[in-house]
Nanobody
Framework: QVQLVESGGGLVQPGGSLRLSCAASGSLVSILPLGWYRQAPGNKRELVATITSSGVENYAGPVKGRFTISRDAAKTTVYLQMNSLKPEDTAIYYC?????????WGQGTQVTVSS
């Protein structure tokens, strides 16, 4: 079983920055891929970024060059550094852990980009 707890969301002005954190606990978390997804009102949940246990990163097109995903040395905490935020980045951001049998999700953290 895997548990994911996100933190770091909030309200920020366009052009600002936020850093999200997700603490993962449970079996084999340190060797599983971790990632961030987001869901805006009326939209489907979409990929933001993922990172493997070996550090290979993958980003969705709209966030490339602005967001950076990383893991701590123990590989059980994943971060999402978000820079140059835009109003269209407003969404609930969910932490994800992908095991061979199923996906695990955090409870989500709200990010609002507005002046």
């Amino acid at each position: 079983q895997v548990q994911l707890v996100e933190s770091g969301g909030g309200l920020v002005q366009p052009g600002g920055s936020l850093r999200l954190s997700c603490a993962a606990s449970g079996s084999l978390v340190s060797i599983l891929p971790l990632g961030w997804y987001r869901q805006a009102p009326g939209n489907k949940r979409e990929l933001v970024a993922t990172i493997t246990s070996s550090g290979v990163e993958n980003y969705a097109g709209p966030v490339k060059g602005r967001f950076t995903i990383s893991r701590d040395a123990a590989k059980t905490t994943v971060y999402l550094q978000m820079n140059s935020l835009k109003p269209e980045d407003t969404a609930i951001y969910y932490c994800n852990c992908r095991s061979p049998l199923r996906d695990y999700w955090g409870q989500g953290t709200q990010v609002t980009v507005s002046s």
